[in-house]
């Protein structure tokens, strides 16, 4: 039986990737600092623990998995990255997770790690025209991500990439582009555009109002989260180390993200601009690599996707008013 290690499984996406591995048949642990919130782990073993701790670290991996996923990090939406307040945590803890993670699974001859980057490890000089952000792999350097959290990612790719160079091992690494999907965070501080307007639509009485952050001319791409989970696999599987794009090319306005909320919702809504955290003016994924390279790319509508996140997002936010009614 195949056995794979999950770090950051208590999060959206690692709990998604234990569900799919579990039915593939493999045996998953699954490590993070708390559970999944929103359904039961699919893993066969789940460790309560902190993988800034080192012993913690060499602890779950004590054995020879044939797949690491990291996904673990101090994360969050523009509220959270762009604010400034959390940048030392983001960068530290992140850091520190990833240089401990690496250095157990070489200490274990654990060869296949696949490292989660993401797309604000890009440059802000190549994402000012909201029409036609540069987010090719090739494009990354000069080095100019528009947060600390896009330097850590900058950082920690090259990490694991320098494993392989150095300690014979196969480190896998994507750039995801804004992941969404049901059992992502959607409320708190640390939720993403897609969750946090699926609320604001949800919680807005016929006839109201939402509030977004900036004009809403800035462009975005938002991936479903069951295509992430496909190209994950795929590459952790593949000859390639990457890194490559794991995102949406299909480019919207947060004004267009927002209309689209409303009509699946089927509420009429104005939109107030406010202001707020916002990065870079405009991203898209780039699918050329990835496809040249590994033949796949996702190909899904993001309304599709959508459908499935509001419905989600309003059966939460009607359990929370029957809560908070009761
Ligand atoms: P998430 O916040 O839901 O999951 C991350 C998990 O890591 C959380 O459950 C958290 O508790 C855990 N964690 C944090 N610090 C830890 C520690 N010290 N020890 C153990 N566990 C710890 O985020 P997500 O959306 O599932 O993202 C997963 C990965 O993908 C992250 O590395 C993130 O940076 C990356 N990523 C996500 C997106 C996205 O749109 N969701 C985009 C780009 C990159």
Redesign the pocket.
Known sequence: MKRALV??????????IVKRLNKEGFWVRG????F?EFSDTAADDFVI?????QA?CASVIDRRFDEVY????????AGYIFTGDHDADVMH??A??NLNVADACRRRNVKRIF??????MYPAYNQEDPQNPNCAESSAYPAAPDSE?GWE?LFSERLYLAFNRNHGMECRVA??????GPE??WTGG?E?APAAICRKVAEAPSGGSIEIWGDGAQTRS??YIDE?VEGTLRLTRSGHAGPFNIGSEEMVTINQLAQMAMEIAGKKLRIEHVPGPLGVRGRNSDNRLISDTLGWAPSQALRAGLEKTYAWIESQVQRNTRKSAA
């Open positions: 770090c950051g499984a208590g999060g959206f996406i690692g709990s998604h490590v993070d600092l708390k999944p623990g902190d993988l800034r701790d913690l990291q996904l673990a990090a101090d994360m969050g939406g803890n992140s520190t997770i490292y989660s980057s993401s797309a604000c959290y990612k750039r995801y582009h804004n992941i969404f992502g965070t640390k993403k938002f991936l992430c």
